[in-house]
């Protein structure tokens, strides 16, 4: 991995939005990019959602969309909604690097945790999350109720 990248945090202007898309694109690749826009424009509002860029040279790497939180079972909470390696640079250390960068942002607010959830046939992902030190620690159930 080269040593000259910067992390970026999105804001929502049309460029920022449209830049991200075709990396968060093969993470979430049930949504069209007007239903993206739509949403990641909505919940930046409403429930404080950032997305944060691994940028070389311009070029997106890496991306994690995360939000800070607060429930009874483990207090203030940084939570990773997204976190995605372009196909080309997996492997490369990015998803490490915008880890270690969520740590220290969750570490400088005074989180008690970082939590994800990661979808049951992504095994590759699964050993990444756990040599990066989190640990299988409950099931995610959902009932859907339209769709």
Known sequence: MSDDYEIIELGTTDAEVEAVWPIISQLRDQLDF?????????????????I??????????????FRWYENLYCGDSLYIDDLVTADAWRSKGYGRVLVKYLEELAISIGASAIRLDSAIHREDAHRFYER????????HFMRVLRD
């Not at 007007?34 to 950032?50: A, D, P």
């Not at 944060?52 to 969309?65: E, N, P």
């Not at 990066?132 to 099931?139: A, H």
Request: charged share 30%; aromatic share 16%; hydrophobic share 30%.
């Open 52 to 65: 944060v860029t691994l940028q070389v040279d311009g070029d997106i790497r890496g991306a994690a969309g």
């Open 34 to 50: 007007e239903s993206f826009k739509q949403r990641y424009l909505s919940i930046y509002e409403g429930n404080n959602y950032r």
């Open 132 to 139: 990066e030190g989190f640990k299988f620690t409950s099931k």
